[in-house]
């Protein structure tokens, strides 16, 4: 297993565009978060899923967010109508719920830059 | 989830034990202690996590006091590439809500 990837790893974009970034967790893993972390910051939480179903999300989550895992399997974040102040690293995580503690796998993380 | 407090930063020298601190007073008894860290532009590393016991495995060592209202992670030998942000998190198993909050951090640097 290769843990969490993240694709792309870095996008530059113009203010007014959408883009969308893919995660594949571990295999055998039926959570996934989203995370968005600026400089110098905690990541902060965006969204998670229990399989296929998007169970939670933060206020940080506007209308121009849309998050997707289709087969609760890899998931997809896209942004719309980006803007400047959407410039972050986005970070994605995967755990296994079971017994006892919930352990996230962070993957490296996709960094937006938005013109 | 309880809320914790770290210091901003530490420093410490390469070799030596680093003890890194960490409030939870308002913890309750069925939150774990997470730390994970964060070396530039990666995402977070899972370090270790306890409940009430101390914990130790190949990386450092997890000492959470009696009353469960503070812990310290313990990095035996740090090296240069221990240097990072480092989260201790509370957070309640079995939640809804897995939604493990981070706050700043305490920045640790290794000196040679």
């Known amino acids: 297993d290769t843990g969490v990837s993240q694709n792309p790893r870095h996008k530059i974009t113009k203010r007014g565009q959408n883009v969308t970034f893919r995660c594949d967790p571990i295999?055998?893993?039926?959570?996934l978060y989203w995370y968005r972390q600026t400089l110098g910051q905690g990541p902060e939480f965006l969204t998670y899923?229990?399989?296929?179903?998007?169970?939670?999300k933060s206020r940080l989550l506007s209308d121009r967010f849309s998050a997707e895992r289709p087969k609760g399997s890899f998931s997809t974040l896209e942004i719309q109508r980006t803007e400047q102040g959407d410039s972050a690293m986005y970070l994605c995580?995967?755990?296994?719920?079971?017994?006892?503690?919930?352990?996230?796998?962070f993957g490296a993380g996709s960094r937006l830059t938005v013109l | 989830d309880a809320k914790t407090t770290q210091p901003p930063s530490m420093d410490c020298a390469e070799g030596r034990a680093a003890n890194l601190p960490c409030n939870h007073s308002?913890?309750?008894?069925?939150?774990?202690v997470y730390w994970y860290r964060q070396i530039h532009s990666q995402g977070p590393q899972y370090i270790i996590h306890?409940?009430?016991n101390n914990e130790t495995n190949e990386m450092a060592s997890l000492i959470i006091t009696e009353d469960r209202k503070s812990s310290t992670l313990i990095l035996p030998h740090a090296t240069l590439r221990d240097t990072a942000v480092y989260y201790c998190?509370?957070?309640?198993?079995?939640?809804?809500?897995?939604?493990?909050?981070f706050g700043p951090g305490t920045r640790l640097s290794v000196l040679p």
């Open positions: 306890g409940l009430k």
């Open positions: 899923f229990q399989n296929e179903a998007q169970l939670e």
């Open positions: 995580a995967s755990s296994f719920a079971g017994a006892g503690a919930n352990v996230l796998t």
């Open positions: 295999s055998e893993h039926n959570r």
């Open positions: 308002t913890i309750s008894g069925n939150e774990y």
């Open positions: 998190i509370v957070r309640v198993a079995f939640s809804n809500g897995q939604n493990f909050v």
